[in-house]
């Protein structure tokens, strides 16, 4: 398990394929800040800081909001497009998110199904596969987001059972050396 207090922490080095961060605390600690800027620096051109990688943000809470990613996105890339114009701004951004994908999920199985298709899938339309091996981040925002919202899904269905899926799952992805996971939980 590895703690930071600040958004100034560079996931580029030392965060390495098979990877798995938790990132934990009480609410207001500024944990989904912290992961965004994580996958925006996963995501960034070099030029930025960036690592140019493919990553997919798991916002199973539902606070990512637009305009915030927009915000900490643009300031990270003013610098380098500092003095090329709008139209530069533009373009770097639209690349940049074509490197990340939001999966919102509202309960472990959509979770689960979406880990599976866009992290662990085999076939060509994973995340995971689309830049010849190049490994993903995938960001989870929170672990926990699902237990208040399942504790009555009939027997056999639980979230115990599709917890333990998920969690198969994530290990799969970071045990074939596919990509990192940062998580957040409460």
């Given at each position: 398990t590895t703690t930071t207090t600040t958004t100034t922490f560079i996931p580029m080095r030392g965060l390495a394929p098979g990877s798995v961060v938790e990132v934990y605390g009480p609410s207001g600690a500024a944990?989904?800040?912290l992961l965004l800027h994580m996958v925006l620096t996963w995501v960034l051109p070099a030029a930025c800081g960036g690592g140019e990688r493919?990553?997919?943000y798991f916002d199973n809470e539902f606070r990512l909001r637009g305009a915030r990613l927009k915000t900490v996105l643009d300031a990270r890339l003013a610098p380098a497009c500092c003095g090329r114009g709008d139209t530069s701004l533009d373009r770097v951004r639209a690349e940049v998110l074509g490197r990340l994908t939001v999966a919102r999920c509202a309960t472990t199985l959509e979770f689960l199904a979406a880990l599976e298709v866009l992290c662990c899938g085999?076939?060509?339309?994973?995340?995971a596969t689309e830049d010849h091996g190049t490994?993903?981040?995938?960001?989870?925002d929170s672990l926990a987001a699902f237990v208040w919202r399942e504790d009555k899904v009939p027997d056999g269905l639980g979230a115990p059972s599709l917890t333990q899926a998920?969690?198969?799952?994530?290990a799969r992805f970071v045990g074939g050396a596919r990509g990192a996971v940062v998580a957040a939980k409460p």
């Open positions: 944990k989904s800040e493919r990553a997919v085999s076939d060509d339309s994973s995340v490994p993903v981040l995938c960001a989870v998920a969690v198969r799952a994530i």
